[in-house]
């Protein structure tokens, strides 16, 4: 691999993608502390005005097909009405609270807690606000500031991947394994996206290059500090999308920290500094939830449907155990989550590259495959520990949790193709 990975980064759009992110957390940053709705509207128009700084500036022509596609996932989203039952009962239901309460803390009244109160709302903040500019809610509308988070990740991913042939490549698997899900309202597309930009970058920053340190004289290192802080607040932004988001981080947090340990590389304070400013937004959200009495609902809640196959008075570890004793059960999930045919194409694509670049880059490989592994294997017990009747809940859940190992699969196997060219 390349010891020099980060100057080989396209800085122009990891510059827009810090920018970018960092509007969309600020807009979530003054909805927290109740601002004036003039700094929500201005921070607003800079987000708008820096998307079309992209979709314009002549800087950024070699990738048109980026701008296309973004183009036509806008349409798509503005040309549907939110149906999906998680978009528009969960997100949009946050969203429309936030507008008509004028407060990101509705919630906290605990009105409605099957729609996961506890959840945290850096979409539906992002939504309110947009609605705010409009003056009326509808059905349609809201949804389409997901696209607009959306952006700085595949900016990301793009500007790894510099050959214009691999970026095309890149963005027609996305389309293929996670289009809809991107328009419909849901966050777990976002999650997905936001995940393999988080572990490149991360592999990139604190792996690949684990002696980054802040600002210096020189431009090296002055582009070292745009990725850093990109970094961060991409990271933010996925921890506040929705909890699997934090279980994502965590997971990376540790793997890192076992290569680090393996390979014996030195754990600095700016890895301090980065972990503690990624985690802190969401830990503050957390505890305000939990003192104002809102809990967080793992996978599934019963809802007065008593469609729960185990005793509805069972806590999540009796319910692990009283599943885990039936073998019918493991081999369910492993059905649900192995027999999936976008799973199995990505897996395919991944082990040719593994067959094919696996010596030359051994470590990315390691680091993938570990993240990964770490969230498979997590998804049995959360599996087994729902609330719901548990084939409901397969039948449900698994193909959108996959989307995240399915999307990092492909776009690492892309990636390492890449390094040959180079």
């Known amino acids: 691999m390349n010891a020099n990975i980060l ?3 396209d800085q122009k759009l990891i510059r827009l993608s810090c920018f970018l992110s960092v509007s969309i957390f600020l807009n979530y940053f003054l909805w927290s502390v109740n601002s004036s709705a003039i700094l929500k509207y201005l921070n607003f128009y800079f987000l708008l005005f820096l998307v079309l700084y992209f979709l ?4 950024f022509k070699k990738f048109t097909f980026l701008k296309i596609i973004f183009i036509l996932l806008i349409l798509l989203s503005l040309g549907s009405v939110t149906t999906d039952w998680d978009a528009r009962s969960v997100w949009m239901f946050h969203a429309k609270r936030i507008f008509f309460d004028n407060s990101l803390y509705s919630g906290f009244d605990n009105y409605q807690p099957e729609m996961m109160n506890a959840y945290p709302l850096l979409a539906p903040a992002l939504s309110a606000t947009l609605v705010k500019i409009i003056g009326h809610w509808n059905e349609i509308f809201p ?4 696209l607009l988070i959306l952006l700085p990740a595949l900016l990301i991913q793009s ?3 510099k050959n214009y042939k691999f970026n095309l490549v890149w963005l027609m698997f996305i389309l293929l394994f996670s289009g809809r899900i991107l328009v419909n309202g849901r966050t777990d597309g976002l999650v997905a996206m936001y995940f393999v930009s988080n572990c490149i970058l ?3 920053l604190f792996i690949n290059n684990s002696n980054i340190s802040f600002i210096k004289n020189n431009q090296k290192e002055y582009n070292k500090l745009y990725i850093l802080v990109t970094a961060i607040f991409s990271c933010i932004i996925l921890t506040l999308l929705k909890n699997e988001g934090l279980v994502l981080m965590m997971l990376t947090l540790f793997v890192t920290i076992f290569l680090k340990i393996i390979y014996k590389m030195k754990i600095n304070k700016v890895d301090l500094i980065f972990w503690i400013l990624v ?3 969401m830990v503050i959200w957390k505890i305000l939830a939990t003192y104002n009495g809102v809990y967080p609902r793992l996978m599934g809640f019963d809802m007065g449907l008593h469609l729960s196959d185990v005793p509805n008075n069972q806590n999540i570890f009796e319910r692990i155990y009283l599943r885990i004793r039936e073998t019918e059960n493991i ?5 649900y989550l192995v027999l999936n045919e976008k799973f199995i194409l990505s897996l395919l694509i991944f082990i040719f590259a593994w067959v094919k670049k696996f010596k030359e880059n051994k470590l990315i490989f390691i680091f993938v495959l570990l993240n990964i592994l770490s969230y498979y294997l997590l998804l049995y017990p959360v599996f087994l520990s729902t609330a719901f009747d548990f084939t409901v ?4 859940t698994a193909h959108r949790v996959l989307i995240s190992i399915v999307l990092s699969l492909t776009f690492f196997s892309i990636y390492v193709f890449q390094q040959r060219k180079e």
């Open 159 to 161: 500007s790894f991947l």
């Open 7 to 9: 100057d080989t980064i």
């Open 279 to 281: 985690f802190s937004p």
């Open 143 to 146: 949804k389409s500031t997901n």
């Open 393 to 396: 809940q397969l039948n449900s």
């Open 202 to 204: 991360i592999y990139s």
């Open 331 to 335: 081999k369910l999930i492993f059905s």
């Open 56 to 59: 314009i500036n002549k800087n």
